[in-house]
């Protein structure tokens, strides 16, 4: 991944580097509070050479103290002064908590030692570093004095201290809080970043272009109110989703201009991915657009179209197949004069045997002279043949894919069951897309146009009226179906 991809991946992740953080801050705050507080004790040595006659006596003496005084810092920790220290009465410390609490620092090019304890006890901490002072200057005295001498070549004397902290040093909640922030932040980006990597869910049109070997030829943005509103009809005609569903009726037209397709099969890879949603709404778009539409339900094992639109599911396709039912009487009429539709029926115990019949190819063959396009909402590619079967006998298929749903193994595998029976891809579809922040601005003040700037769409020449605008929804986001001039030119091109 290049770097734009990875600041991408964080951005589309945003929520886990959010997490990260609170967990960070919460560890951090936890840490802080169960942390006891520790006070530091701290003095000061200077050493010097005993004094001596002349300027190059003392000049020897003081490089003599330099060179010596690192290994004054070690003998603070060495065993003989920690021992010392724990055998004065009251301490209440080992020789082993003095050397592992007892720190030195020797500043460059300086005849100094800083020697610091730490404890959780305040005046602990003090007795301490006043016994140290005592014993260390002791010790460096007995062991600087040459064996029958008396004064030994090097004083000690104590600089600053005996002192300690009168706050404590421990825990630092401000520095605990930006490192266990700083953490979290570093994690959740590292975290988002290989969840981008090991995630094979296709979120942009050009893998689901180059995964297919197909054009997308629409992108259908996510609106959180299709839940309640499925339809682009009413309030929800100027919403992002009902235009991009018009893009999408436009790249269709235009597909391929030398062989127009008349019949188009609407699928998906799984189940799920919006397929039937899709083809209602591309079928009312269509309509709006002043083409003749007529909408089959062939997914006969989960039909959801009447559900959808409002309407009765019997008689349908099955019973048309099975020559019980004309498919005249089958037909009903939604919205305005141009949607016909033709429920699934009941559902039959061989519906890929049914689909695949020689009655289904009959019928597909009327349908196609009886209206200016027929969509079919068919099964998923990869749950059974049914989709397949379908698709290889209409004039192309449109495959619908989910924003970070369909797997890029499932879309390859649902590509590869078209190109199987050489049914034809004419594109995809990306269903629940994300926009961007501009198109989110941009889209709600564009799509109020004033009701009479609207232009009415214009049909073929010789089928049917114009289409007129979708009228009101009734009761659950239906329109009530009734028979209509469509139904009887329906009727009347059929015979």
């Known amino acids: 991944m290049n770097l734009q991809s990875q600041l991408t991946a964080v951005r589309r992740r945003w929520w886990i580097v959010l997490a990260s953080v609170m967990v960070g801050l919460a560890a951090a705050g936890l840490i802080t509070v169960n942390t006891q507080p520790r006070y530091d004790a701290s003095v000061t040595f200077f050493f010097v050479t005993t004094p001596a006659d002349g300027l190059l006596a003392a000049a020897q003496g003081s490089a003599y103290v330099q060179q010596r005084t690192k290994s004054y810092a070690a003998l603070l920790t060495s065993d003989r002064l920690a021992q010392s220290v724990a055998a004065e009465p009251g301490l209440g410390v080992t020789a082993g908590e003095v050397q592992a609490r007892l720190t030195a620092l ?60 009168p706050e404590p040093v421990a825990p630092d909640p401000a520095r605990n809080l930006v490192l266990g922030g700083l953490l979290g932040l570093f994690a959740g980006v590292a975290a988002a970043i290989v969840r981008a990597m090991v995630d094979r869910a296709v979120r942009t049109a050009e893998v689901l272009s180059r995964l297919t070997s197909a054009p997308v030829i629409g992108e259908i943005p996510y609106d959180k109110s299709m839940k309640s509103a499925k339809l682009i ?7 992002p989703r009902a235009e991009a569903m018009r893009k999408l009726r436009t790249n269709l037209r235009f597909v391929d201009l030398q062989e127009p397709a008349r019949v188009v099969a ?18 009312i778009a269509l309509c709006e657009a002043g083409w003749q539409v007529l909408l089959v339900d062939a997914d006969l094992r989960r039909p959801q179209v009447t559900e959808y639109l409002g309407l009765t599911g019997r008689p349908g396709l099955t019973d048309v197949l099975l020559g019980e039912v004309e498919l005249t009487d089958a037909v009903q009429s939604w919205g305005d004069r141009s949607l016909l539709v033709l429920p699934a029926g009941p559902p039959p115990p061989n519906p890929s ?11 597909l063959a009327s349908l196609r002279e009886s209206a200016d396009i027929v969509l079919i909402d068919t099964a998923p590619l990869l ?41 034809r891809l004419l594109g995809c579809v990306l269903n629940g897309a994300r926009r961007s922040v501009a198109e989110g ?6 799509l109020e146009v004033p009701a009479q700037h609207a232009v009415p769409g214009r049909r073929r020449a010789g089928v049917g009226p114009e289409a007129t605008d979708v009228p009101a929804q009734n009761g659950a986001g239906a329109v009530a179906a009734a028979p209509t001039d469509a139904t009887q030119e329906f009727s009347q091109v059929t015979k």
């Open 353 to 363: 045997e049914l689909l695949g019949s020689k009655g289904m190819a009959d019928l």
């Open 106 to 165: 020797t500043p460059v090019s300086s005849v100094l030692v800083d020697a610091s304890f730490s404890d959780r006890n305040q005046a602990r901490a003090l007795r301490v570093v006043e016994v140290v002072a005592v014993q260390f200057v002791k010790l460096v005295q007995s062991i600087e004095t040459p064996t029958g001498a008396k004064n030994s070549l090097v004083k000690v004397e104590v600089m600053n201290g005996p002192r300690v902290t």
């Open 383 to 423: 749950a059974v043949t049914d989709g397949v079967v379908v698709s290889v006998q209409a004039d192309g298929a449109l495959l619908v894919a989910r924003y970070g749903s369909t797997s890029q193994a499932q879309l390859t595998a649902a590509t590869q069951a078209l190109r199987a029976v050489d049914a």
């Open 233 to 239: 009809v009413g309030a929800s005609a100027k919403s």
């Open 266 to 283: 609407v699928t998906s890879a799984v189940q799920g991915e919006g397929k039937t949603t899709a083809a209602c709404n591309l079928a």
């Open 441 to 446: 601005r941009y889209y709600p003040s564009y």
